[in-house]
């Protein structure tokens, strides 16, 4: 790939006139601020001691996220008196690009808004673009195999996390506008979900661990992964607030280099529940189906039908693009004492202060291509008493 051409492709395109219908931009504040202030360390917050014991995991979870190397597949089909718009395979970036691609599948519809539309699939993609079309004039009825929790989108990670194996590198120029579109368009429909009760959608301090410096790093990718494009630093660096070092004076943790910053968290309980009762409380209804195959869609009372089956797209459509790139999480029981999370990506290990415990991800060779949701206790505990020891050694 070569970047300077990658990058002036994205620039170049029509994107600002699309997203300047939809909402106030973010504003790049950088050249209002006096010259040093980017530079300047934040203040740290009080770092609260995790209790880092692996007797209190309360949940271990796997799931796969739904990857397609080319990007999801967003795009109508016509199969015999049906008109099917297909929205799935975001990778590890479902929660985070949901409204965006939610609006992108609404703007495929050409329906007569008297009309009813079916969406199938009760995840985070699934939710969202059923909620996009009630917002554009749409009786809207979910059938779904399975609703929160107990869907896959309940078991991630719950961070913004917008380029998250969303497309490989080598597909990453086509998919650029449309990735940054949705991205912008989530970015500032999120900033409008904060501070609700329950806080579905709140910002968090991360710090990130490294032991060599940033520049050398290579993110947190999966030995065996193919490489990713680093959309977010290439299209979206105008977003404030910005990473900073920490200076070594400041440095309470044990690794050399530290990067402190703001970082949008889902907790993912409370925010599909937000959503849920949103869908419900503009007449939606959810129905419990499960499809067997593509000849099923021809069942549906309605015409237009909306798939959001996410990884269920793979057997539903023998949809061989998609590729399982398996995820463990555990919870650790909460702690609301705790306002920061770590991200120490050379151990594979990372925390995040959701309010429904205690998120700790772990990393594990062999997740690319994955299809096994079996979990392995030993990897959510080996993640744990690595947290144990940046724990140990941590400066109050
Ligand atoms: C470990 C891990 C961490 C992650 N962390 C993050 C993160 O921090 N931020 C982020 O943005 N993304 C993250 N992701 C990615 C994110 O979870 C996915 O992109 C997202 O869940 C996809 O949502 P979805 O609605 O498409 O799919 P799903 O949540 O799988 O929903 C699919 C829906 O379709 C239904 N369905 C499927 N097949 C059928 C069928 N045949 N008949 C009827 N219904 C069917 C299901 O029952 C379900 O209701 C993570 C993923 C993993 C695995």
Redesign the pocket.
């Known amino acids: 790939m070569h970047r300077r051409r990658f990058l002036q492709g994205a620039a170049g395109s029509g994107l600002a006139a699309t997203l300047a219908g939809c909402a106030s931009a973010p504003q790049d504040i950088s050249s209002h601020m006096p010259l040093s202030t980017a530079e300047l360390p934040l203040g740290l917050p009080t770092l609260a001691p995790i209790n880092a014991y692996a007797d209190r995991i309360i949940s271990t979870n796997v799931?796969?996220?739904?990857f397609r190397a080319t990007g999801p597949r967003i795009e109508a089909e016509t199969s015999g008196s049906k008109t099917i718009i297909h929205n799935?395979g975001?990778?590890?970036?479902?929660?985070?690009?949901s409204w965006g691609t939610a609006a992108l599948a609404e703007s495929l519809i050409k329906a007569d808004k008297q009309k009813p539309i079916a969406v199938?699939?009760?995840?985070?993609?699934?939710?969202t673009t059923a909620i996009q079309c009630q917002r554009a004039g749409y009786q809207v009825t979910i059938?779904?195999?399975?609703?929160p929790p107990y869907?896959?989108?309940?078991?991630?990670?719950?961070?913004?996390?917008?380029d998250?194996r969303i497309v490989t590198l080598e597909h990453a120029q086509p998919f650029a506008e449309r990735w940054q579109w949705m991205a912008r368009l989530s970015y500032l429909r999120f900033q409008t979900l904060l501070g609700l009760a329950g806080n579905p959608v709140e910002w968090t301090t991360m710090f990130r661990l490294a032991d060599k410096p940033f520049d050398d790093h290579g993110g947190h990718n999966i030995p065996g992964e193919p490489a990713y494009p680093d959309y977010r630093k290439q299209l979206l660096s105008d977003l404030n607030p910005k990473a900073r070092d920490v200076p070594p004076a400041l440095n309470p943790f044990a690794t050399p280099y530290v990067r402190q910053f703001p970082l949008l968290m889902?907790n993912i309980s409370a925010y599909s529940q937000y959503l849920l009762a949103l869908f419900y409380r503009s007449g939606g209804k959810i129905i419990d189906?499960?499809?067997?195959s593509a000849a099923d869609f021809a069942q549906f009372d309605e015409s237009v039908i909306v798939n959001?089956?996410?990884?269920?797209?793979k057997?539903?459509l023998n949809d061989e693009s998609i590729i399982p790139?398996?995820?463990?999480?555990c919870k650790l029981m909460p702690q609301p004492e705790v306002k920061y999370g770590l991200q120490y990506f050379d151990q594979h290990t990372s925390v995040y202060p959701r309010r429904d415990g205690l998120l700790v991800?772990a990393g594990a060779e062999g997740d690319f291509n994955n299809p096994v949701a079996n979990v392995n206790p030993q990897e959510s505990i080996a993640a744990v008493e690595q947290l144990a020891r940046i724990m140990a050694t941590m400066k109050s």
């Open positions: 799931c796969t996220r739904p799935y975001h990778g590890g970036s479902g929660w985070s690009l199938v699939g009760c995840g985070a993609v699934g939710l059938y779904a195999k399975e609703q869907v896959r989108s309940s078991y991630a990670t719950g961070i913004w996390s917008p998250s889902f189906r499960t499809l067997t959001c089956t996410g990884y269920g797209a057997a539903l790139v398996r995820g463990q999480t991800q």
